[in-house]
């Protein structure tokens, strides 16, 4: 028998899931209208769709971490290059079309697998995840490097499920505040590769990417506070080891309802991160 509860949750995942695919919809019209125009204007035209929307990606008017993004979606042209384990290489490319960008430059393409440990310092105290640097490299390279530049200094984490028990964080440019349009669509100019999806399960304490698509992986991400039941199309790079317990009495608070009325928005505690450091053994 579903309970009340349990079809709140049915009900947020689908109205994800019909926000994604009308966004790859739009995404594959705008590539095919892109085609009938000169190369320049297609290769300007497709990095103006691909930063657009990131969910549980970047998004359109209200996105996040959630809605599963759907496996048919066709991979985007100039895919980054994954994780080469005999060269130990990962490869970023760039993606500045939405204009919602915080560049400090692009990670190192060479990058190492010894495990790591990410500290979230904000303003409620810290949250301290261990990252999965053998399944996820790139992923955990990519936020060394945003780490080193102070990217995610002072911002604000700018969504929140209460029945979808996510809150995602990485936007740089978010104003977490209900009302900016914007918020959700910011990232660092670059993109890179799904990882670690096999078997991938989104429970409590799991760190993954939001996306708004196959491999359109930037700088936000969601940490996982109760059941989802997500499909795996999120990378999986880490887990929160100690301050779980922040998030969740900030989803006690509640949360600034999105135009979309599907449950989630800012929410009303702001969560705000101060320093992100992570270490790592040799």
Known sequence: MVTGKDRQKQLAREHYERQL?????????????????TTAA????????????????????????????????????????????????CGYVADEGSGQVKNVGMPPEKVSTAPATMTIKTNLGDIVARLDSEKAPCTVNSFKFLASKDYFDNSKCHRMGTDFPILQCGDPLAKA???N??????????????ENLAGAKYTRGVL???????????????????DTGLTPDYTPFGTVTKGLEIVDKVAKKGVIPSAGGDGTGAPKQPVVIKDVTITSKS
């Open 181 to 194: 349009p914007t918020d959700g669509q910011g990232g660092p100019g670059y993109r890179f590769a799904n």
């Open 21 to 37: 695919r009308a966004r790859v919809e739009r995404e594959q019209k705008s590539r095919r209208n892109a085609i009938i125009g």
């Open 177 to 179: 505040d209900g009302k």
């Open 42 to 89: 297609v290769v300007v035209v497709i990095g103006g769709v691909v930063a657009a929307t990131t969910l549980l990606g970047r998004d359109d008017s209200d996105a996040t971490a959630s809605a599963s993004a759907s496996a048919s979606s066709k991979p985007l042209a100039n895919d980054p290059k994954p994780y080469d384990p005999a060269k130990g290489t």
């Open 208 to 226: 993954a990417m939001a996306n708004s698509g196959p491999n359109t992986n930037g700088s936000q991400f969601f940490i996982v506070f109760g």
